[in-house]
């Protein structure tokens, strides 16, 4: 290594997952990443040549509506978009990118940012899978905290959700939920509609939010996207899309896929089956990325920062650098921050 290369900054890159580009969202790529016209020019061809709305009008848009930027054909390709052009705006004359990984869809743009896909292939996938799992009668989901104020891990409360699933299941009318992402101390339960509604009545009400149930998100990370998985195998499997990553990728079951040593072959069955059917385990992802590959700090894609509570949370359970408590994670952000979220305009230059 270089003496050049060993004054970087060693970080790890997170890449955000579905409900991050919101109303306060819009106009990101415009006011933020104008400079990555090659890149939004690229994925507004890709599009338009299906008909759809390009990348520049859904982010020039003069009013946001959810009924266009919140669904499954619009959101992943507008969130992946804002994504890669944050990573391609790194610096890497100071920043040494040790590892990518991401939450949920999230995995499809860390696949990108790695290199595992080209840019092409990424939004090909990215707008396959968002048709083939979204969309009406493919259930829903929702999301519950199980920590205390102060982010530690609350078993109590872990427990009733478990309970709570239990009951749901064990309904003689059809009902079922299942485990969906681990995120941070957050549990995110999928399940078909009839599931999500009765587990959305028997979960405690927490903080006049919780249990919130995800707008336009449905049974994501469960069996019942197993339809949608053999279809995303009929239409992109076997077309030699996948390539080994340049970076070092941590997936929803802490595996990492390293750029010497990844089989293709499994990394398309992953991609294309295990993830789309089983839970992702995204904080497992992010301690097994910061165990295995020890960065200076993290650095949060964007639009939007909502998965920094999650990230936190994971590191007062690992107590990462004597990290015990929202409090102490609170004041290191204010003094020295670890985690850089490019959706927050006063951190955005850091790195």
């Known amino acids: 290594m270089s003496l050049g290369a060993?004054?970087?900054?060693?970080?790890?890159?997170?890449?955000?997952?579905?409900?991050?580009?919101?109303?306060?969202?819009?106009g990101y790529l415009n006011r933020f990443r104008p400079e990555m016209n090659e890149l939004i020019h690229e994925?507004?061809?890709?599009?338009?040549?299906?008909?759809?709305p390009t990348i520049t009008e859904l982010d020039n848009a003069r009013t946001y509506a959810a009924s266009t930027h919140a669904t499954a054909e619009h959101a992943p390709a507008l969130i992946a978009t804002c994504a890669l052009a944050d990573f391609r705006s790194l610096d890497l004359e100071k920043t040494e990118?040790?590892?990518?990984?991401?939450?949920?869809?999230?995995?499809y743009i860390a696949l990108a940012a790695s290199g595992a896909l080209n840019s092409k292939a990424a939004f090909h996938l990215i707008s396959t899978m968002g048709k083939l799992t979204g969309g009406s009668g493919l259930g829903g989901q929702l999301i519950y905290p199980c920590f205390d104020e102060e982010w530690r891990h609350d078993s109590e409360k872990e427990m009733l959700v478990n309970c709570a699933m239990d009951e749901v299941n064990a309904q003689a009318d059809g009902a079922r939920v299942y485990n969906s992402i681990f995120l941070g101390a957050f549990r995110v339960i999928a399940?078909?509609?009839?599931?999500i509604r009765a587990l959305m009545k028997k979960l405690p009400s927490l903080e006049g939010r919780y249990p919130m149930k995800l707008v336009n998100h449905t049974a994501f990370h469960t069996?019942?996207?197993?339809?949608?998985?053999?279809?995303a195998f009929k239409i992109l499997g076997s077309r030699n899309l996948f390539a080994k990553p340049r970076i070092p990728l941590i997936d929803g079951e802490g595996h990492i896929w390293q750029p010497y040593s990844t089989d293709l072959d499994q990394l398309e069955g992953y991609t294309l089956g295990r993830q789309v059917v089983a839970p992702y385990d995204f904080t497992l992802a992010l301690k097994t990325a910061i165990r295995e590959f020890a960065p200076a700090k993290l650095v949060l894609?964007?639009?939007?920062?909502?998965?920094?509570?999650?990230?936190?949370?994971?590191?007062?359970d690992m107590k990462w650098r004597g990290i015990t408590s929202k409090t102490r994670f609170t004041d290191l952000q204010n003094t020295s921050p670890?985690?850089?979220s490019l959706g927050r305009s006063e951190q955005r230059g850091s790195v």
């Open 6 to 26: 060993s004054k970087k900054e060693r970080v790890l890159v997170i890449c955000p997952g579905r409900g991050t580009y919101t109303a306060s969202e819009l």
């Open 43 to 52: 994925v507004d061809q890709y599009r338009a040549q299906y008909g759809l």
């Open 97 to 107: 990118v040790v590892a990518i990984t991401g939450n949920s869809m999230g995995w």
């Open 191 to 195: 399940g078909n509609d009839n599931g």
């Open 223 to 231: 069996p019942l996207m197993e339809e949608a998985s053999h279809q």
């Open 301 to 316: 894609l964007g639009p939007g920062s909502n998965l920094g509570g999650s990230v936190g949370q994971t590191l007062v």
């Open 338 to 340: 670890y985690l850089v």
